[in-house]
């Protein structure tokens, strides 16, 4: 019976967790970006080169610190502000990547 109480409450703060994670994510919008001359080809490449790197650099950057013996509550705490800081550091080196390349971000059209 306690088990059962432990696993739903833990169960509503990551169901809680994941929305804040979304909600935070769809703040971000999309990054955009061009090339004067660039080709879609070029394009595909250079992003997915950048976002390797970019990949690489943010794990390098925000290792896991949790350990096994810390308390779920902490490991929880600890993997949500490894994974907002990850996406941030990602979304930033991904950035300039692509702007080293030649690229430049574009705002999206309004709505």
């Not at 088990?3 to 999309?30: N, W």
């Not at 970006?33 to 970019?54: H, I, L, V, W």
């Not at 350990?67 to 300039?96: F, T, V």
Request: net charge positive; aromatic share 6%; glycine share 12%.
């Amino acid at each position: 019976m306690i088990t059962k109480e432990i696993s739903a409450a833990f169960g509503r703060e990551r169901l809680a967790v994941c929305g804040l994670v979304f909600a935070l994510g769809a703040c971000a919008g999309p990054m955009i970006f061009e090339k004067p001359g660039g080709t879609q080809e070029q394009f595909r490449a250079d992003s997915y080169n950048c976002e390797q790197n970019a990949e690489m650099l943010a794990r390098l950057r925000n290792p896991d610190r949790s350990g096994p013996n810390d308390k779920p509550g902490a490991q929880l705490g600890a993997a949500i502000g490894r994974g907002l800081a990850m996406g941030m550091e990602k979304r930033s080196e991904y950035k300039k990547c692509m702007e080293s390349r030649g690229y430049a971000e574009v705002k999206p059209p309004k709505s």
